[in-house]
């Protein structure tokens, strides 16, 4: 169920930060691979939001192919939107398709219409100038429409391989970063993050304290030390996004009780 849970956060997080990417691209016309990796950052933190910091190799492994999804998601977009406008027709490219067609009639008709270099004669661009302006808007809305339908085609076959090197040498670098973020996030582990940290002793006070972490929904925040210990707060105490202390942890090693009399390492004896 928690993995279901973290595949679904990590889903959402990774969507969002594509879509932001992408509309990037779209307003400012750059790549902008720098911004891979933070889809990386956002699968791999809904991926330990979702599963509750269970992490394990096979959430961090699931964050990154979500990662890796999503960057493809967003440069397939992006790169669609680059063969269209790459294929777009226009005026221009209307009279050019009618030119051709007048070239193949007067082949026909054996009338000349090739120069000595192999390039259509004025005439003929001037005969597909003229057939175009006698074009009503309807007949020019159907050849447009009939040549935007073989650009279609061509965009299927030429997006995918544009996209191969659409990634590049610095894509797949960022790439691979943003899966080793989302995989390094996602997999992480809150009891080994307890010990690693200081804050538990051993497995069974890390266990106990990730209880109550999880419990309290606490846990995504871990690592922010308190500073100086404010008040009803203990010194080295770490906290929450809300700010209040963990449970405070009890000392593994409790000071001996001072007896009267005795003398102390420090040289001083305990009053009576």
């Known amino acids: 169920m928690s993995m279901g849970k973290g595949l679904a956060f990590a889903g959402i997080g990774a969507v969002v930060v594509a879509v932001i990417w992408v509309v990037l691209i779209r ?3 750059w790549s902008l691979w720098i911004v891979a990796p933070a889809i990386g950052g956002a699968a791999g933190y809904g991926m330990m ?6 992490g394990g190799a096979a959430a961090g492994v699931w964050a990154a192919a979500v990662t890796v999804a999503g960057i493809f998601a967003a440069r397939y977009t992006v790169v669609s939107w680059m063969t269209e406008d790459f294929l777009a027709v226009d005026e221009e490219e209307a009279v050019e398709h009618l030119a051709w067609q007048i070239a193949e009639e007067w082949e026909q008709e054996e009338t000349e219409c090739w120069d000595e ?3 259509l004669l004025p005439s ?3 005969e597909a100038g003229e057939r175009w302006e006698g074009m009503d808007a309807d007949e020019r809305q159907v050849l447009t429409a009939e ?3 073989d650009s279609e085609l061509a965009a299927g076959v030429l997006t995918p391989i544009a996209l191969l090197f659409d990634f590049g040498i610095f894509g797949t670098i960022c790439t691979v970063l943003a899966a080793g973020t989302a995989f ?3 997999s992480t582990n809150l009891e080994a993050t307890l010990i690693e940290q200081g804050v538990a002793q051993d497995s069974a006070d890390a266990d106990r304290l990730a209880g109550q972490l999880r419990a309290g929904d606490r846990f995504a925040m871990l690592g922010r030390s308190a500073g100086p210990a404010g008040p009803g707060q203990s010194e080295g105490s770490h906290v929450s996004g809300a700010g209040s202390p963990l449970p405070p942890i009890p000392a593994a090693h409790p000071p001996a009780p001072r007896v009267a009399g005795v003398e102390r390492a420090d040289g001083e004896r305990d009053a009576a």
């Open 124 to 126: 003929v661009y001037a």
């Open 147 to 149: 040549l935007e339908g």
């Open 49 to 54: 939001r979702g599963t509750k910091m269970k």
């Open 117 to 119: 270099d192999g390039e």
């Open 184 to 186: 390094k996030t996602g």
């Open 27 to 29: 307003v400012t016309d």
